[in-house]
T-cell receptor, first 110, second 112 residues
Framework: DADVTQTPRNRITKTGKRIMLECSQTKGHDRMYWYRQDPGLGLRLIYYSFDVKDINKGEISDGYSVSRQAQAKFSLSLESAIPNQTALYFC?????????FGQGTRLTVV | QKEVEQNSGPLSVPEGAIASLNCTYSDRGSQSFFWYRQYSGKSPELIMSIYSNGDKEDGRFTAQLNKASQYVSLLIRDSQPSDSATYLCAVVISGGSYIPTFGRGTSLIVHP
């Protein structure tokens, strides 16, 4: 089983809908991240969390929210999806500095 | 200007050659450096980390760090077609939140 599991793996949703992407990890790390990847733009940080009570915005947090339900679970929500949120989303967990990624969620907003 | 810069490529090398991938960073407080490999449609996979100046070797991979010149490189010896992927450089800055900042990646193509 993967150390970092994302669900769903693929999702097509309509503009204006609320959608949640879920992430769970078995590595026992305190740090968890959500990144977005777009062609030519690389990985951009959306939100990060150092523990259940510590959640921080990344460089592109507008239009997104997160919830850290437990040390092992970190969810990303799009409150009202728009087409330019179509992207590949990665959850990651990490120790002091390195990051370990989930399999990714390919989200398409139509 | 993005903090971590990589040439997007593609870098094309013949099988068996040495592939050289480069990365520059802007913050002199950077303390930890990583290389990730990402196959198309897959997640990034950590392949190398380096923390001090000089070379670090792991199998066919060598990471090189020069903090004075603010660059880190990855050499892949005896390149194989299976090495064809995008290579992401990541940097962690000391004194901050210790979040990895990624470059946009360099696409490597190893042709038979």
């Amino acid at each position: 089983d993967a150390d970092v599991t994302q669900t769903p793996r693929n999702r097509i949703t309509k503009t204006g809908k609320r959608i949640m992407l879920e992430c769970s990890q078995t590595k026992g790390h305190d740090r968890m991240y959500w990144y977005r990847q777009d062609p030519g733009l690389g990985l951009r940080l959306i939100y990060y969390s150092f523990d259940v009570k510590d959640i921080n915005k990344g460089e592109i947090s507008d239009g997104y929210s997160v919830s850290r339900q437990a040390q092992a679970k970190f969810s990303l929500s799009l409150e009202s999806a728009i087409p330019n949120q179509t992207a590949l989303y990665f959850c990651a967990t990490g120790g002091a500095t390195e990051a370990f990624f989930g399999q990714g969620t390919r989200l398409t907003v139509v | 200007q993005k903090e971590v810069e990589q040439n997007s490529g593609p870098l094309s090398v013949p099988e068996g050659a040495i592939a050289s991938l480069n990365c520059t960073y802007s913050d002199r407080g950077s303390q930890s450096f990583f290389w990730y490999r990402q196959y198309s449609g897959k997640s990034p996979e950590l392949i190398m980390s380096i923390y001090s100046n000089g070379d670090k070797e792991d199998g066919r991979f060598t990471a090189q760090l020069n903090k004075a010149s603010q660059y880190v490189s990855l050499l892949i010896r005896d390149s194989q077609p299976s090495d064809s992927a995008t290579y992401l450089c990541a940097v962690v800055i000391s004194g901050g939140s210790y979040i990895p900042t990624f470059g946009r990646g360099t696409s490597l193509i190893v042709h038979p």
